[in-house]
């Protein structure tokens, strides 16, 4: 599901989730190469309008990667060892936007946050939300929060690392 149906379904890792964006706007995005190996690349997330969004160069091989196969891991960037805000992971698919309008909404987007464009030609994807998880260290132990589309949110704490 898009992002606004995710927010309507999960509303507490959304929250998580658009604070990370908004913030930091860096995460890690985790594609299928055509060997069916993983590769881990940093991108820029930005939610557009109903979307959360990420542009990519022209042809590039994570844009490539997403073409051919849109499964998807996004993964909050871990600032270290100690996290106290955890880590997020969203799972999914990419989905390739080319609606002249829902590029500009993108470029307008990111123009407010960076004072830049890109030019054409480059990848927007949207990001299709399948299912979430947190897990944050604390007490000795950790949060473990997950949600799949058509479940509620399920969290546990389990004690001891």
């Known amino acids: ?7 309507r379904a999960c509303p507490e890792l959304a929250g998580i989730a658009r604070e990370w964006i908004i913030e930091a706007h860096i995460m ?8 069916g190996s993983p590769r881990i690349s940093a991108v820029e997330c930005d939610i557009v309008g109903d979307d959360l969004c990420t542009g990519m160069i022209w042809q590039s091989t994570k844009a490539l990667d997403l073409l051919r196969d849109p499964r998807m891991t996004v993964h909050s960037l871990p600032p270290g060892k100690d996290n106290p805000a955890g880590d ?37 994807f949207a990001l299709d939300i399948d299912a979430a998880g947190f897990v944050r260290f604390r007490d000795d132990g950790r949060d473990i929060w997950s949600w799949r589309t058509g479940r509620e949110l399920h969290k546990r704490f389990r004690a001891g690392l």
Request: overall charge positive.
């Open 88 to 124: 997020l992971k969203l799972f999914g698919r990419a989905i390739a936007v080319d609606d002249p309008a829902a590029k500009r909404a993108y470029e307008e987007t990111l123009y407010a946050r960076i004072q830049w464009r890109p030019t054409e030609p480059y990848h927007v």
């Open 28 to 35: 890690l995005l985790g594609t299928l190469r055509a060997d």
């Open 1 to 7: 599901m898009r992002w606004e149906p995710f927010a």
